[in-house]
């Protein structure tokens, strides 16, 4: 029988995830596989994106990035459903503001989502995955009708939820890599972060970057990722689309009190590229008022460094320093004041300070098994 000119397209697969009204195009990227689109948002400001899963690839997790293209205008996660229309979750409409389960709720321009979120969430299944987002007008108001919305969906095919590795950019701004003091004291930093990484089952692969491999380095004045100039962020990422977290290392981090000693820029956080994809450290902040690592110092900015990436895994503080908001998981206690909670907290590495007296500081390394279910689904593992 004679086929049908689509049917031969398809069939050999020149045309990949025809959906709906949108297509898709696919891209095979390292074990993993991005697929692109848009969408626009209805007559009620949202709408229902149908992820195409894949038949010859079994996605385990998928990390989104939605951008609102809007000027101005913002978008955020409301639900996840199966391909049979049940409710994984419900986000944005049914979310205890005081222990959120992902960023994604809160709109922002680009917004980073990873399903599942953590242990206990469905697998993904087959056919499509579902996931309604809604968009918010630039004043923040309302919600808005007939935005049209990015879409990049990043999957995996790894079902091992126990291991997994992560490509890590350190980029060193300002010529910073030629003070041979300071480059060994990082170096020692960054073995203290893979050593907290594998401990979780997670080997981080740290490559350095400097301004002879990227002249967008040889800036040296540098917001937290969201703030300040947005090109910088999204040219660095984009110039390192390679599905890396970047790290820029920095002096002092502009527009920001000076005791700061880093930032994520989203929780989860983006390897795709977009303007708040990635973290910032400050090396003045980490090395104390006399500006000299000490070993103590070392093990503070491994710490901190772990505790970034820790944000774009999808780790929350296991509380607040408000000591009134919480992580979402059940194995961080929900303490509520600050010396229970540096007793009970306090050696979490995602504690939300340091702690530290005049002579030293606790070590901060510890993840529960929650945690590490959080990290281990991040779609930038691999
Ligand atoms: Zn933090």
Same mark, same amino acid.
């Given at each position: ?7 031969? %397209?398809?069939?050999?697969?020149? %045309? ?28 009620? /400001? ?32 409301? *639900? ?25 709720? *809160? =709109? ?18 087959? /056919? ?5 987002? /809604? ?26 939820? *126990? ?13 910073? &890599? ?9 170096? +020692?930093?960054? &073995? ?25 380095? =040889? ?15 999204? +040219? ?7 599905? +890396? ?31 708040? *994809? ?6 003045? =902040? ?34 607040? %320093? ?14 509520? +004041? ?45």
């Amino acid at each position: 029988m004679k086929r049908s000119l689509i049917q031969t %397209l398809v069939a050999g697969g020149v %045309l990949v995830g025809l959906v709906g009204c949108g297509g898709w195009d696919t891209e095979s990227k390292y074990t993993q596989r991005i697929l692109t689109s848009s969408t626009t948002t209805g007559t009620d /400001g949202t709408v229902k994106v149908r992820l195409p899963l894949p038949s010859d690839f079994a996605t385990s997790k998928v990390l989104f990035r939605f951008t609102n293209v809007e000027e101005g205008q913002t978008v955020f996660v409301d *639900s996840v459903e199966s391909d049979d229309g049940t409710v994984l979750r419900r986000l944005f409409s049914d979310v205890d503001v005081n222990e959120m389960p992902t960023g994604a709720v *809160s =709109a922002q321009r680009d917004n980073h989502f990873n399903w599942p979120i953590q242990d206990g969430d469905a697998d993904i299944g087959s /056919g499509k995955l579902l996931v309604t987002i /809604g968009a918010v007008t630039a004043t923040g108001a309302t919600l808005s009708s007939g935005s049209e919305i990015d879409i990049t969906a990043l999957l995996n095919n790894d079902p091992d939820f *126990s291991s997994g590795d992560l490509q890590v950019y350190l980029h060193w701004t300002a010529g910073m &890599e030629e003070d041979a003091a300071l480059k060994a004291d990082v170096d +020692a930093a960054v &073995e203290r972060m893979i050593d907290i990484y594998a401990a979780a089952g997670i080997t981080v692969t740290v490559t350095h970057r400097t301004q002879a491999d990227d002249p967008l380095l =040889a800036e040296g004045v540098w917001s937290r990722p969201g703030f300040g100039s947005p090109e910088g962020w999204l +040219a660095l990422s984009e110039s390192t689309d390679d599905l +890396a977290i970047d790290i820029v290392l920095v002096d002092e981090i502009a527009g920001v009190d000076g005791a700061v000693l880093g930032a994520a820029g989203s929780i989860p956080g983006g390897i795709l590229p977009s303007n708040r *994809s990635g973290v910032i450290l400050s090396t003045t =902040a980490n090395s104390g008022p006399d500006l000299v690592f000490s070993a103590d110092e070392i093990d503070l900015f491994g710490t901190t460094m772990a505790h970034e990436v820790g944000h774009m895994l999808g780790l929350f503080h296991p509380v607040e %320093l408000d000591f009134a908001r919480w992580d979402a998981l059940s194995d961080t206690v929900k303490c509520q +004041a600050a010396p229970g909670c540096q007793g009970q907290l306090g050696d979490n590495l995602m504690y939300p300070t340091a702690l530290c007296d005049s002579t030293t500081c606790l070590a901060q390394d510890v993840l529960t098994p929650g945690q590490i279910s959080v990290m281990q689904r991040y779609g930038g593992v691999r």
